[in-house]
């Protein structure tokens, strides 16, 4: 698997970085690590577990330290940190760069960089911005649409439908965000990005008719270039004889990259409207999302009434009863 990477040209162009010294083009120059460091203890002299492939920081505390030291131990301290061709050296708070640096960085083929922001702002938004370039991902065949707020993952069989009743749901007032291949970042420990791969970004395939472009066919309010994936619709023809899930209790969840996404399985019959049906199953889950389950309460309720407890299996008691209805 190739190794990802961000190149310093977009680093520079997304955080609006001064360039003091670049070794050759920013295009070229990549950055492989989303993992960060402030130098401070390989200025004292520590560097067992020293990682060049990081990005190094400067701020007032690096440098506060370094002013009480004479100019001739600053100069040796920092040669040995540019010795070790760290990614990039980025001096914070339009911190005067220290002379020798600018030399070192020369020398060694270091990329040399300022910024305006205070440290800590600025280290916020440089984790932010290389947690999502080099999110571990992964490409799923299907649909991925907003609606009401809700990144809803279309998943099924080629053929089923998912181009269709995304369609539906622009013509509905919704978003797209990916048709057919659908590119899933892991930005965190809890959360998935989805997106288009660049080839097809804003385009959309429809059987019988070719491909459209769905941005100039809705407009730019139908389009979007990523979203959180909250849920995942799958769906299935409809099976004769087969038992779904009518009270909504059972929860389904599909694994993506070790999380765990909540999934709904719908079934696709002549008659269905399926973007209704979509747009239903999106108002649940941000009712669920606000501590509100309809399934649940009703649950209790219908339990309360024919006199059964809520607790043990009652649950499975409430399904037997609607099976019967």
Not at 7 to 22: C, D, G, M, Q, W
Not at 111 to 137: M, Q
Not at 163 to 188: M, N, P, Q, W, Y
Request: charged share 25%; proline share 4%.
């Amino acid at each position: 698997m190739e190794k990802l990477f961000v190149t310093l040209e977009k680093i520079v162009n997304e955080l609006s970085l001064n360039v003091v010294y670049a070794p050759s083009e920013l295009s070229e120059i990549k950055i492989t690590r989303k993992e960060i460091n402030r130098p401070a203890l390989p200025l004292c002299g520590f560097y067992i577990c020293f990682e060049n492939d990081r990005i190094q920081i400067i701020g007032n505390t690096e440098c506060e330290y370094l002013a009480e030291y004479p100019e001739d131990v600053v100069n040796e301290k920092l040669e040995t940190l540019f010795s070790k061709h760290p990614a990039a050296v980025i001096y914070t708070h339009s911190l005067r760069v220290h002379n020798y640096a600018v030399q070192l960085a020369e020398k060694y083929a270091v990329p040399l960089l300022t910024t305006d922001w205070s440290t800590s702002d600025f280290l916020a938004a440089l984790i932010a911005f290389l947690n999502l370039s080099l999110a571990p991902r992964i490409t799923r065949h299907g649909v991925l649409v907003e609606v009401y707020g809700e990144g809803v993952l279309i998943i099924g069989d080629s053929g089923i439908g998912k181009s269709e009743t995304a369609v539906e749901l622009l013509k509905r007032g919704h978003r797209l965000i990916a048709d057919d291949a659908v590119e899933i970042k892991k930005v965190s420990a809890k959360a998935l990005v989805g997106s288009a791969p660049d080839s097809i970004r804003h385009y959309m395939e429809l059987r019988g008719i070719g491909i459209v472009d769905v941005r100039r066919l809705f407009g730019m309010g139908s389009v979007k270039d990523t979203e959180k994936i909250d849920m995942i619709i799958e769906l299935e023809p409809w099976e004769h004889g087969k038992m779904y899930d009518r009270l909504g209790i059972e929860e389904r969840y599909t694994d993506i990259m070790g999380l765990k996404i909540p999934t709904t399985l719908i079934p696709v019959s002549p008659g269905r409207n399926l973007s209704v049906i979509i747009e239903i199953a999106a108002m649940n889950m941000r009712q669920k999302k606000m501590g509100y389950n309809t399934a649940e309460e009703f649950n209790e309720h219908l339990m309360e009434t024919m006199g059964v407890s809520v607790l043990g299996d009652g649950a499975k008691k409430a399904e037997e009863i609607v099976k019967k209805l």
